[in-house]
């Protein structure tokens, strides 16, 4: 990321680590820094710099799982990801890895915090196990790319078709939602 100011850019390397500052007034004029040296003076900016990268990254997916039941995202932001779960009723779940809070909006609309190290009630346990199976799916991908030292650009994506009541349910999708293609003559 870089900042630019009235007489300096400031560059933060991609982990966030190294710092470079080089002015705008006098060429080939740079300092570099580790993040455990930076004066006092520069850290308002990469603090705020580094926040900046945070929320974007809380709200970037780094693995999409679907299924006939569901959409989970786990987001770019480390060590503890963002997590959400959009259901085909309607109903969401979203949660951080690491946590045993779920915050659940249900299908109805009501808004349920639980933490799961509790009795979960059975109208929502369904959604709990569903979260916390792919939050486990998501972060062994992860690890597997991990190791085999691929940096995806773009989300990693994975389509679960396991056999669900849904799948032989009739599409939801209303026909007017849908457009038929015109046949050429």
Do not use: W
Not at 30 to 35: A, G, K, L, R, T
Not at 100 to 123: L, M, Q, R, W
């Amino acid at each position: 990321m870089e900042i630019d100011g009235k007489t300096k850019i400031m560059r933060i390397s991609p982990n966030g680590q190294q710092i470079t500052v080089r002015s705008k007034l006098v060429s080939d004029c740079s300092v570099e820094y580790d993040i455990r040296n930076i004066p006092h003076r520069l850290y308002p900016a990469y603090k705020y710099a580094f926040d900046f990268v945070n929320v974007l990254r809380s709200k970037t997916a780094k693995v999409v799982c679907k299924s006939a039941e569901y959409k989970f995202y786990l987001m770019e932001n480390e060590p503890c990801h963002n997590c959400e779960l959009y259901m085909n009723d309607g109903a969401k779940a979203i949660c951080t890895v690491g946590s045993n809070k779920v915050d659940i909006t249900k299908a109805d609309g009501c808004k349920v915090s639980i933490n799961c190290t509790k009795a979960v009630p059975s109208d929502i346990k369904n959604i709990t196990e569903i979260i916390f199976t792919a939050i486990k799916k998501a972060t062994e991908i992860e690890e597997i790319e991990k190791l085999k030292g691929i940096n995806a650009c773009f989300p990693i994506c994975l389509l679960y078709t396991s056999p669900s009541p849904r799948d032989s349910c009739a599409s939801r999708m209303p026909s007017s939602a849908c457009k038929k293609k015109k046949k050429k003559k």
